[in-house]
Every structure is written in C-alpha cells, then in structure tokens.
C-alpha cells in the first residue's frame, strides 16, 4: 500500500480515503521455506486486506498504520479487514497434507508473525 500511495503523492486523509475507495483488496504473497534441510517444500502464504467500509476509514485516518494485520482468531471477525500471514500459516498447517516437525513448524509460525509485525500489510 504504501508503493500505492508513493505512486499517486497520497499524503493527506482525503487523498488516501480517494485511493482507498478504488481498492477493493490487497494480497500480498511471499514463498517460504518450510524447512531448513529441505528447501524444496515453501509454502505460498499471503497477506490480505479487504477494503470495507471500517477499513478504508481506518485508512483515511490512520494511514499506513491501519494496516497492522490482525488475526481473526483473536479478533472478533467482523473487526478484520488486514488479515495477517501468521493467520493463514496456522490455518495451512492445519490442512497440510505433508505436515512437517513441531520444531519446523513452530519457526514457520514466528517467522509468520515476525513478517506480520515488522512488514505489516
């Protein structure tokens, strides 16, 4: 989101709200390794935010900072709008096929929340 605003000189709130209200939704999707000795298994995990109506308020006001990703676990579900990719990292662990070891599995998830907070959206 920020390449957007960057692209479009989006710097006061009604500049963003404008930009906001085109977008109907952001993922962004990174591969990572799912283990270390076996760097053939990654998994493809996104980042998505949807743009409602709360969330492109949150937007106009807050800026980049609205985009904290939130996990609908936690969160009540009509509150998320930025899901996160420690969210989805637990939900593919869940319905993997091939699952991997719980110390692998631990790390997959830190690294998930780590980019979550560090990157945000």
Request: some cysteine.
């Given at each position: 989101?920020?390449m957007?605003?960057?692209a479009t000189?989006?710097?006061?709130?009604a500049e963003?709200?404008?930009?906001?209200?085109?977008?109907?939704?952001?993922?962004?999707v990174?591969?990572?390794?799912?283990?270390q000795?076996?760097?053939?298994?990654?998994a493809?995990?996104?980042?998505?935010?949807?743009?409602?109506?709360?969330?492109?308020?949150?937007f106009m006001?807050?800026?980049?900072?609205?985009?904290l990703?939130?996990?609908?676990g936690?969160?009540?579900?009509?509150?998320?709008?930025?899901?996160g990719?420690y969210?989805?990292?637990?939900k593919?662990?869940v319905v993997?096929?091939?699952?991997?070891?719980a110390q692998?599995?631990?790390?997959?998830t830190?690294?998930?929340?780590?980019?979550d907070?560090?990157?945000?959206?």
């Amino acid at each position: 989101m920020a390449m957007i605003l960057r692209a479009t000189g989006a710097v006061t709130p009604a500049e963003r709200k404008a930009v906001a209200d085109r977008i109907v939704a952001l993922v962004h999707v990174v591969a990572v390794p799912l283990t270390q000795s076996d760097n053939s298994k990654t998994a493809l995990v996104p980042a998505v935010w949807l743009g409602t109506p709360r969330s492109r308020q949150a937007f106009m006001s807050d800026g980049l900072a609205s985009l904290l990703p939130t996990d609908p676990g936690v969160a009540e579900e009509r509150d998320c709008a930025c899901f996160g990719r420690y969210s989805f990292a637990k939900k593919l662990l869940v319905v993997a096929k091939d699952p991997i070891e719980a110390q692998a599995e631990k790390k997959f998830t830190a690294q998930m929340l780590a980019r979550d907070l560090l990157e945000g959206m």
